[in-house]
Structures are given as structure tokens and as C-alpha cells.
């Protein structure tokens, strides 16, 4: 699963790139679309004034890519005529986390959806027990925390307004902004090969030579 942060153009501090209920509604219509036709997975999403983040699995090859794509392109065309707004929205392409399952996967989700408490920004309602928005898939991790969707709710609740951990969120944050995987050391070796390159950031400074 993939940890994803869009940021808004600098430009935009003002009015910012999600400036009320339309704009994000816009967009929600948007993503939901977008995955349908691109195989994506949509767990979560949060549209904040100057950014969007989202938790999604790509099910084929490019399909992350794709997605991006299709929905900058459409909201950014909505935007723009509705504020009368020309260029673009986004400071340069998405960023994005492969997160490993288990705990860390359950913080990403956490953490996208306790990105705001402003109603409708989040998709947090979905799994707190407000009307449900059927076309997001809740992740394994979700499904473990109950057997019936009350004791999920329940569960899910009590987590979210516990939050997460400070240390924790800056490393889902850093790993995003960075490209980098997130997890164990097994982990990491696997996501590595899988991208022929590496999943997290080499350590600053020389090598140390041998003794």
C-alpha cells in the first residue's frame, strides 16, 4: 500500500487548492472515478488547503501513475473554471510511500484520515460510523479490529482520537516526501529489489573504512 502527498503550488497559499466543500467534492468525485477505471485502491484520502494525501493500492503496474494523472487533470480543469484560475495547482508530481502491513499500514491510514477535523475533508467518517462511502476499500488491518462493523467503529474511533505517534507520523511524513519504503529490514530488502533501487535514504557522510 502507498502513503501519497500532493502538494499545492506555492502560489496558491492564499486561497489554497481545496478551498470548501465543492472543491473537495470535486476532487472525491474525481478520485473515485479515476480508480475505478485505473485499478486502484482507494483506503483513504484528506484534502487540506495547500495538499491532498491519499492511501491507495495500485493493482497492476503503472496504475498509481495513471491515477495521478487522470485526477490532476480533471480537477485541476474544475478548479480552474470554477475560481477563474489559470496553470497548474500542483508543486511538481505526487510523493509517495510503500508502507509494509501490520501497524505501520494502520498509522498511514490513521494518519490521513485524522489529517483534519473539518467535516468532509477526511474519509475518516467511513470508519467512525457516518454514512459510508462505498467505493473506498478498508484494509486488512481495519477488518482485525473487530468482528462486527460496530466493533470496528468502536476500535477505529478510540484509535484516531488517540492519534499517532508524533515519531511515527515523521517518518510516514519523510518516507512520502522522500520516495522511500517503510518497514522492517526484510522488507526493505524486498522493496529494494522490486525497484532496483534503494528504499530508504544512505546514510550521510563517508563510509567508514574497514578496521
Same mark, same amino acid.
Given at each position: 500500500?502507498?502513503?501519497?502527498?500532493?502538494?499545492?503550488?506555492?502560489?496558491?497559499?492564499?486561497? %489554497?487548492?481545496?478551498?470548501?466543500?465543492?472543491?473537495?467534492?470535486?476532487?472525491?468525485?474525481?478520485?473515485?472515478?479515476?480508480?475505478?477505471?485505473?485499478?486502484?485502491?482507494?483506503?483513504?484520502?484528506?484534502?487540506?488547503?495547500?495538499?491532498?494525501?491519499?492511501?491507495?493500492?495500485?493493482?497492476?503496474?503503472?496504475?498509481? %501513475?495513471?491515477?495521478?494523472?487522470?485526477?490532476?487533470?480533471?480537477?485541476?480543469?474544475?478548479?480552474?473554471?470554477?475560481?477563474?484560475?489559470?496553470?497548474?495547482?500542483?508543486?511538481?508530481?505526487?510523493?509517495?510511500?510503500?508502507?509494509?502491513?501490520?501497524?505501520?499500514?494502520?498509522?498511514?491510514?490513521?494518519?490521513?484520515?485524522?489529517?483534519?477535523?473539518?467535516?468532509?475533508?477526511?474519509?475518516?467518517?467511513?470508519?467512525?460510523?457516518?454514512?459510508?462511502?462505498?467505493?473506498?476499500?478498508?484494509?486488512?488491518?481495519?477488518?482485525?479490529?473487530?468482528?462486527?462493523?460496530?466493533?470496528?467503529?468502536?476500535?477505529?474511533?478510540?484509535?484516531?482520537?488517540?492519534?499517532?505517534?508524533?515519531?511515527?507520523?515523521?517518518?510516514?511524513?519523510?518516507?512520502?516526501?522522500?520516495?522511500?519504503?517503510?518497514?522492517?529490514?526484510?522488507?526493505?530488502?524486498?522493496?529494494?529489489?522490486?525497484?532496483?533501487?534503494?528504499?530508504?535514504?544512505?546514510?550521510?557522510?563517508?563510509?567508514?573504512?574497514?578496521?
Amino acid at each position: 500500500m502507498h502513503y501519497l502527498v500532493l502538494r499545492g503550488h506555492g502560489a496558491l497559499a492564499g486561497p %489554497g487548492v481545496f478551498t470548501d466543500a465543492a472543491d473537495r467534492l470535486a476532487f472525491v468525485d474525481a478520485l473515485r472515478e479515476a480508480a475505478g477505471a485505473e485499478a486502484v485502491r482507494v483506503h483513504a484520502y484528506a484534502l487540506l488547503r495547500d495538499e491532498a494525501q491519499l492511501f491507495v493500492t495500485p493493482l497492476e503496474a503503472g496504475a498509481l %501513475g495513471r491515477l495521478m494523472q487522470a485526477v490532476g487533470r480533471r480537477y485541476v480543469s474544475a478548479y480552474n473554471r470554477r475560481h477563474d484560475h489559470r496553470g497548474s495547482l500542483w508543486a511538481g508530481r505526487y510523493h509517495c510511500a510503500v508502507i509494509e502491513a501490520g501497524e505501520l499500514r494502520l498509522a498511514a491510514l490513521r494518519l490521513v484520515d485524522g489529517a483534519s477535523n473539518e467535516s468532509g475533508a477526511t474519509s475518516a467518517g467511513s470508519r467512525t460510523g457516518a454514512p459510508r462511502e462505498t467505493w473506498l476499500v478498508d484494509p486488512p488491518e481495519v477488518w482485525a479490529l473487530g468482528n462486527t462493523p460496530f466493533e470496528r467503529e468502536a476500535a477505529y474511533r478510540a484509535l484516531l482520537a488517540r492519534g499517532v505517534d508524533p515519531d511515527q507520523a515523521h517518518h510516514l511524513r519523510r518516507a512520502a516526501l522522500g520516495g522511500w519504503a517503510l518497514g522492517t529490514a526484510s522488507f526493505l530488502a524486498t522493496a529494494a529489489q522490486a525497484t532496483g533501487r534503494p528504499a530508504q535514504p544512505r546514510p550521510r557522510g563517508r563510509p567508514r573504512k574497514p578496521a
